[in-house]
């Protein structure tokens, strides 16, 4: 195991705080030492034993601290108000929309949020108080002395106790427990959102590549009507007919596609956010601007703040303090306390007896003092903090690649706004007149239709990567990157 030495700076929030590594065992204690007092008596035993058996055994080390990279609670998470509609009656959905009945009805998040009554149970568990259920014996019998039988009866009542605080912190263990899981439910709630997010801008560009398509079936319909009245006057040869159907079935084929793709997201949003009828709601909203990336210095900073992965594994840290804290209680002996009453009767003419008898029984905490608990909560610890370490460099790393892919799908998308779409439709009537008068024929107008469906393509290409990459953005970073407030540059 890596050892690090106190005092070490990691500046937050992607570097530590001053102690808050390095971890040591002090649980393996050799066999001579634990059992130097045997030679003394039992009852030496067990008044030196409980002290250095009982306590804390972490005095020494240096643990994980909880809050290095986020605050330890549970995230309040970016979900638009308001009630999720009516499937029966919505005729058209918006990102809002979509966003809020998702957040109710997702199946994953509802099986997310049914793991939490799994650690509601242990709460239930840890609020009793008692370790166990008290017993009760009863006894009877006779005692013989000299052929003469006296009857006996004894019952006794007796309660297992703990005297170290266990049930307190039993109860904080299941509590922070329990706040895990909700930061857990966080997580996946934050994911669904950044799904239903990204589909949502897929499936408007999507519409947009539709368009187009059909926009080019027109153009070499028009080209495939000039081309036959041609054939017909015997202008043209009849292989230009041919070409032109081809182009014709290509630009319809780009139809189909685009058609299709629809189709399948809107089946995957449907899916994503649980939506019971057989068909989604047309989605209906406007795309918003093409923007650089936030500075990368302030989009940290929203990720230490908002990103519920963060939140799950401080609370990771403080679930497992919270356990080492119990298991080394759980090394205190659990002594059992009663009360027992008999009745004795003698076998002569002696009066009956009545005994009363308080009873303690205290274990001597001598080969087992819970060492396997408290190494493995400590290893659990251990655990959860290089998880944390590990999480908090893999979305840093995440969102710095991100915010570049960002920008750099902001300079494609402004290479094709510039030089190519404006002129678009310019270009297609241009290219018809030209082929009307002769001065191109139809491989020209071929070839050129290509070039000018190919540039289209990718001008949605990098439009879809832009609008996914900011879906990813936001993602890593756990909130907006633009609030609405916000004023666009």
């Known amino acids: 195991m890596d050892h690090e030495q106190p005092g070490a700076q990691r500046r937050c929030p992607w570097q530590r705080l001053p102690g808050t590594g390095g971890y040591h065992s002090a649980l393996r204690t050799p066999f001579a030492a634990r059992t130097r007092n045997v030679a003394l008596g039992l009852a030496l035993v067990a008044g030196s034993s409980l002290t250095p058996g ?28 308001g009630t999720p509609v009516d499937p029966s009656g919505a005729s058209e959905l918006s990102l809002d929309q979509l966003l809020v009945f998702a957040d109710a009805n997702s199946p994953a998040i509802q099986t ?16 009793i108080v008692f370790p166990a259920n008290p017993q009760l014996s009863f006894g009877a019998g006779g005692r013989t002395i000299e052929g003469a039988t006296g009857f006996e009866f004894e019952v006794a009542v007796q309660q297992r106790i703990e005297i170290a605080g266990e049930p307190g912190l039993r ?18 709630r934050w994911s669904v959102h950044v799904e239903v997010h990204r589909l949502f801008v897929d499936i408007l560009l999507v519409r947009e590549r539709l368009e187009q398509a059909e926009r080019f079936v ?12 041609q054939v ?50 047309d989605v209906q909203s406007s795309l918003p601007e093409v923007r650089q990336a936030p500075d990368v210095n302030s989009l940290l900073a929203l990720m230490a703040e908002h990103h519920p992965s963060l939140r799950t594994r401080e609370l990771a840290v403080v679930a497992g303090g919270s356990r080492l804290a119990l298991e080394d ?36 905490p001598l080969w087992r003092t819970n060492q396997d608990g408290r190494a493995r909560a400590e290893a659990e610890l251990v655990v959860a903090d290089r998880e944390r370490e590990a999480t908090a460099t893999r979305l840093r790393g995440d969102l710095l690649q991100a915010a570049i892919a960002l920008n750099a ?33 139809v491989h020209q107008v071929s070839q050129t ?26 993602g890593l970073v756990g909130t907006e990157l633009w609030p609405a407030q916000e004023v666009s540059p």
Do not use: K
Request: with cysteine; aromatic share 6%; proline share 6%.
């Open 409 to 441: 799908a902001v300079d494609r998308v402004a290479l094709y706004e510039t030089g190519v779409v404006p002129q678009l439709e310019e270009n297609l009537v241009l290219l018809q007149r030209a082929y009307e008068l002769g001065e191109v024929d």
């Open 112 to 127: 997310a949020r049914a793991r939490v009554g799994l650690a509601e149970a242990g709460v239930v568990g840890a609020e």
């Open 218 to 229: 027109a153009f070499a319909q028009s080209m495939r009507d000039i081309a036959a009245r």
């Open 329 to 364: 209680r759980e090394a205190w002996p659990e002594p059992t306390v009663g009360l027992s009453y008999g009745r004795e009767a003698a076998p002569g003419p002696e009066a009956e007896a009545d005994v009363w008898l308080f009873n303690l029984t205290f274990p001597i």
């Open 54 to 81: 009982c306590a804390s055994t972490h005095a020494s080390s240096t643990l994980p601290e909880p809050g290095i990279y986020a605050p330890p609670e549970v995230a309040q998470l970016y979900i638009p108000s």
């Open 449 to 474: 239709r290509e070039r000018l469906l190919t540039a289209t393509g990718q001008y949605i290409d990098a439009r879809i990567t832009y609008h996914e990459t900011a879906a990813t953005l936001e």
């Open 171 to 188: 109860l904080d263990a299941a509590e922070d427990q329990q706040r895990l899981s909700e930061a857990a439910v966080n997580e996946v």
């Open 232 to 281: 017909e006057a015997g202008e043209s040869s009849p292989l230009i007919l041919l070409v032109a159907d081809a182009d014709l079935a290509q630009t319809r084929e780009a139809v189909i596609e685009a058609r299709q793709a629809g189709e399948s997201l809107e089946a995957r949003l449907a899916a994503v956010i649980g939506w019971p009828e057989a068909t989604l709601p």
